[in-house]
């Protein structure tokens, strides 16, 4: 089979892992000749472990100022607080160190850095827009200046993404920015200090990244190039995840894990996107206050079962890098989430028939679901999905 394609590298210069966060960042800083570090860092692991301690003392005089507390599905509001913070300093690096909603929070607040940004409404004009028929608005606008460190203490996957989610409290929406300079500079991958991530965090934010890879390798456009890296991923995280469950100090499986993060997040250089289970996911979690792991937990098994029909080939790739040939693949990743204790239907995780179609309206606005590998023909297709979910 002839392969034809095109692989777009983003602005990243490094990813470095298996090294000491703390040391790694002074070093990255000095290369970078960052003189106004700014740490945008995880409120538990700012005041229950001494490391963001250890980062600001392996700084310096580099280290300018710090703020913690970034809530979930970065609302707008919290990323303007950050950004005086780090405006208040004249940052010159912006270091997050925590969960997906810091590192989307960091790369909001070099959007507004760049730009400007006082008032909330100010994000306006940057948003990607979706109408009803899936057409995609992409504002054009200058990426930010000012750099930034990624040390992620879960498996999200957002400091490879050139897209930043923020939610407006207005409409309750999580919203996409994307900009090929979003992306954070240098990733630092350190197993061990993700072992004070709660376990539920880490194994949902883990399915997070099992659904990146498995909606890439189900996506109509994938092909043969684009399962290189997405079907080992699969392959990682399926042993990864039971390992650190298991034994949550097994740093070698949680190394594994972050790398199978990495590996699932290339479906971005190759264009190919992702279908109804992020699309509704990303809906769940800003409207629904669903946390980000959880709604694919949710979501993925129910969309490959409403998928089936369409791509039975793919799903069976899926099925075989579990080492579970022949069987559904809704039915495996249905088996492989359960086993891990986390939840399976949206009334687990309290979303009710009655927001169904409060979802499914919102949903619809998302490109995701018009880029599923069956196609959503309107509402009540998503209705029927959720439904299937409950």
């Known amino acids: 089979m002839t392969v034809q394609g095109v692989y777009e590298n983003f602005r990243i210069d490094r990813v470095i892992y298996g090294k000491p966060a703390a040391a790694t960042l002074a070093a990255e800083a000095e290369r970078l000749d960052a003189k106004r570090v700014f740490l945008l860092v995880s409120r538990t692991l700012d005041r229950e472990t001494t490391w963001v301690n250890d980062m600001r003392t392996a700084l310096g005089a580099r280290y300018a100022g710090s703020y913690d507390g970034m809530p979930s599905h970065t609302p707008r509001e919290a990323v303007l607080q950050a950004t005086e913070a780090a405006r208040a300093v004249n940052a010159d690096l912006i270091v997050t160190f925590g969960g997906g909603s810091g590192t989307d929070a960091g790369k909001m607040v070099r959007l507004a850095m760049k730009h400007d940004v006082r008032g909330t409404q100010d994000f306006d004009r940057f948003v990607a827009r979706v109408g009803p028929d899936g057409r995609r608005v992409m504002p054009v606008f200058d990426g930010p200046d000012v750099p930034q460190i990624a040390i992620p203490t879960t498996l999200s996957g957002g400091d490879f993404n050139p897209s930043a989610g923020a939610t407006d409290t207005r409409t309750m929406l999580k919203e996409i920015f994307r900009h090929p300079m979003l992306v ?95 699309g509704i996911g990303h809906v769940l979690g800003g409207t629904c206050n669903v946390p980000h792991g959880y709604t694919s937990c949710v979501m993925l098994p129910t969309v490959l079962k409403w998928n089936e029909a369409a791509n039975a080939d793919r799903q069976a790739l899926v099925s075989e890098a579990f080492g579970q040939a022949g069987r559904p693949a809704w039915e495996v990743v249905h088996e492989f989430v359960s086993g891990l204790g986390l939840p399976r239907s949206l009334s687990a995780v309290g979303v009710g028939p009655d927001q169904f179609e409060t979802v499914a309206k919102a949903a619809l606005l998302d490109h995701y679901l018009h880029t599923n590998p069956r196609p959503v023909h309107g509402v009540q297709d998503i209705m029927e999905i959720l439904r299937m979910a409950a």
């Open 184 to 278: 954070p500079s240098v990733i630092v991958l350190d197993a061990a200090v993700t072992v004070k991530t709660p376990q539920w965090l880490w194994l949902s934010s883990g399915v997070r990244a099992l659904d990146h890879a498995v909606e890439t390798v189900c996506s109509g456009v994938a092909d043969a190039r684009s399962y290189l890296e997405a079907v080992p991923a699969i392959k990682l995280l399926a042993r990864a995840l039971p390992a650190t469950l298991a034994d949550p100090l097994d740093l070698a499986a949680r190394l594994d894990a972050q790398l199978a993060v990495w590996l699932s997040m290339e479906h971005n250089r190759f264009a190919v996107p992702m279908g109804a289970s992020h």
